[in-house]
């Protein structure tokens, strides 16, 4: 690294905003903003409390703000200067600023407050100064006026907070957690900026006004020293960066992961890259509802997933399985990677209802959308690699829409009953791995067709199914009587021990014994399914009540649901004979309805229990029934 590529500039943060009319840009590929309300609130008070009091005046003091690393020459003029390092620091000072600068325009067009229109006049002097110094450049033609800093993740929802007209800014919904964090961090500083919450925080100076605090916190938020630290040259940027980040707090894995591969790209396929680092952050974006709802979906957790799906390699972390598998890799298989991640965070998306499934054939989309949720909800975590890559194969065309359903039930279901019996975590990591690698590869094969991958599920199913335990009949009721909390589902008001993810479970249960049933598939796209209670649901405070077991229930169309009401067992029984479920055709030649509304409830709940116990026997061995094995009697 020569000199002439590093040389710092110390220089006061107000010095830095709006100098020589250049703006700081902060690409896609970087790290997004992370400041949580911890951060948000040090920076707030670090500015606050350094303010004091010299008799009747109001004093600032000076502080070490940090480093920041920039792309670029600091001498230029008009120029854009990529941030790589002090990106969370920036992006903060310049929310800070927005909120000061509206704060200041409402308190002195309020007039309802009793301000002097001298302080009226300060604050509207303070807001202008902030706009076109240091929010803003200030090219002489408006079309070249440019903010100061400018963020790509979230920079529409950034300009509506800081430049938004009116009160519209309180109804921002974020796309992400990045999103999110601006949000928070401008109403922290917004709320803690005006009069009633400021004057609370600041050091008391008889007969200082509203303006005259104001003003201080500008000078004092100006004051600070930062270093700038400037280089044009891209290979020596990155020396840089892994040396400031490589001492205190260490970037995230994927952060590494993200500059070892630019560092180790030149500037073509390096920009190529950085575009589809962007893609994958934007595939994983989803607008929320409110603060409150988080539909986005995490880089890390995606990168967690992707690896152990689609790559080798042994490490503590996820950095360091890169550079085990790619530390010498070449430019070609560094592309391939970011491109294989850009594809496969579409393939995460879609897994987890960014698209809202409606990548999933309409036939079967709601039943491809219930095995997902249930998996998710259900937290089989470990198994989730493996489904993902069920759904590449899906989206590669290598599975057709009902064979996915059909898969995915098999999981779901063989997740269930490991949990059930209590299988060792260890045991399903290693098989999870080993099966998603295998699916993963031979549906991206070249040459390799649906058959092929039919044939390695059928392998996986084979392989999962034998270390399920070898339970008899009876092995099964004397695990569904000791889990019995675990596979309850009722509508009604019930115990505080209840499992809140029993019905969950019995839904799947019974829908999946459903699907099984149907051979040939003439199932409208627009039919809606419930459960039915056969005795109508009890209003129990007993957990075990026999109407909220397995027993008692089936899987039926809402409409028929819907119009049984809580009609007797008997009168149901007519609506039953309606239904596609051949489970409902069954429990009418059986005479279910009917027994069970002549028997008294010592027999009813026998009856119930028996069903139960037959219908959790049908589903052990929906999953067993793979084990090359012979079943037992």
Request: aromatic residues 10%; contains cysteine; neutral net charge.
């Amino acid at each position: 690294m020569g000199s002439s590529d590093f040389t710092p500039h110390v220089e006061n943060i107000g010095n830095v905003l709006g100098r020589n009319d250049n703006w700081f840009d902060i690409p896609r590929y970087q790290r997004d903003y992370a400041w949580d309300k911890r951060n948000i609130k040090t920076f707030y008070d670090d500015i606050v409390s350094r303010i004091g009091a010299n008799n009747t005046n109001l004093s600032i003091t000076p502080y070490f703000l940090g480093t920041i690393l920039l792309l670029g020459k600091w001498d230029d003029s008009h120029k854009r200067f990529d941030v790589i390092d002090g990106q969370q620091r920036l992006t903060t000072m310049y929310l800070f600023l927005g909120a000061m600068m509206r704060v200041a325009e409402e308190v002195a067009g309020d007039g309802s407050n009793s301000l002097s229109q001298e302080d009226r006049d300060t604050l509207h002097a303070l807001a202008s100064r902030i706009l076109k110094q240091k929010l803003k450049t200030q090219d002489i033609k408006e079309s070249d006026i440019k903010n100061t800093v400018q963020i790509n993740t979230g920079s529409d929802l950034f300009e509506d907070l800081i430049f938004g007209k009116g009160d519209a800014w309180h109804n921002q919904h974020p796309c992400c957690d990045a999103e999110k964090k601006l949000i928070e961090a401008y109403a922290f500083f917004y709320k803690n900026l005006a009069p009633e919450e400021l004057s609370k925080n600041i050091v008391h100076v008889d007969g200082a006004s509203y303006a005259e605090y104001l003003n201080a916190v500008y000078e004092q938020v100006m004051y600070p020293t930062v270093i700038i630290i400037a280089v044009s040259s891209e290979e020596t940027i990155n020396e840089i960066f892994e040396a400031i980040n490589s001492k205190g707090k260490h970037l995230d894995s994927v952060d590494l992961v993200k500059n070892a591969i630019f560092n180790k790209l030149s500037s073509q396929p390096q920009d190529e890259a950085k575009k589809e680092w962007g893609k994958i952050k934007e595939n994983l974006s989803k607008e929320s509802k409110g603060l409150d709802d988080e539909p986005w979906l995490s880089m890390a957790e995606f990168f967690k997933l992707f690896w152990t799906a689609t790559q080798s390699g042994r490490g503590s972390d996820l950095y360091q399985k890169f550079e085990n598998v790619y530390g010498n890799a070449s430019v070609d298989e560094l592309k391939d990677f970011v491109h294989l991640a850009t594809r496969y965070s579409k393939v995460y998306a879609d897994m987890n209802g960014l698209s809202n499934y409606f990548v999933f054939q309409k036939d079967y989309r709601e039943y491809v959308k219930s095995d997902l949720i249930a998996m998710k909800e259900l937290r089989f975590t470990q198994a989730m690699a493996l489904v993902s890559t069920l759904v590449w194969a899906y989206e590669q065309n290598k599975i057709k829409a009902r064979f996915l359903v059909e898969t995915l039930d098999f999981l779901l279901a063989f997740s269930i009953i490991c949990s059930m019996s209590n299988t060792p975590s260890n045991k399903l990591t290693k098989l999870y791995k080993k099966w998603a690698k295998s699916i993963f590869h031979v549906s991206q094969a070249s040459g390799k067709n649906m058959q092929d991958v039919a044939n390695c599920v059928k392998e996986m199913k084979e392989d999962l199914a034998k270390i399920l335990p070898e339970w008899s009949k009876k092995d099964v009721a004397n695990a569904l009587k000791e889990q019995i909390k675990d596979f309850l589902y009722t509508n009604k008001t019930v115990s505080p021990d209840y499992n809140s993810k029993a019905k969950i479970r019995v839904r799947a249960i019974l829908r999946i014994l459903f699907v099984d049933s149907v051979k040939k598939w003439d199932i409208p796209a627009n039919y809606s399914w419930n459960i039915e209670h056969i005795i109508p649901d009890e209003d129990s405070n007993e957990s075990s009540s026999g109407t909220h077991q397995l027993g008692n229930l089936i899987w039926l169309e809402k409409q028929i649901n819907s119009e049984s009401g809580n009609d007797d067992p008997a009168s149901k029984a007519i609506r039953y004979k309606e239904s596609r479920n051949r489970e409902s055709k069954q429990i009418l030649v059986d005479k279910l309805p009917q027994r069970l509304a002549k028997a008294k409830k010592a027999e009813r709940d026998e009856i119930i229990a028996q069903r139960s116990v037959d219908i959790m026997w049908r589903f052990y061995n929906f999953v067993y029934r793979e084990n090359p094995s012979c079943l037992k009697d």
